[in-house]
């Protein structure tokens, strides 16, 4: 096995491989009403990070 620091590239790739799993499990089922949701949180995030950002120039 190949160690970089203390994680081991096997529990890794295992870990990636079950979150893959998760999210197309997820698009499988409901992937209109996730995507819906993804891109909404994300322009709500993108107004919050702008807002937060310009708020922080001007202070």
């Known amino acids: 096995m190949i160690v970089i620091g203390t994680w081991y590239m096997a529990e890794m790739d295992f870990l990636f491989f079950i979150s893959k799993l998760i999210i197309g499990f997820m698009f499988w089922h409901t992937e ?28």
């Open 32 to 59: 209109h009403h996730f995507v819906d949701k993804f891109i909404s949180s994300s322009v709500e995030m993108l107004g919050i990070s702008f807002i937060v950002g310009v708020s922080a120039r001007i202070g």
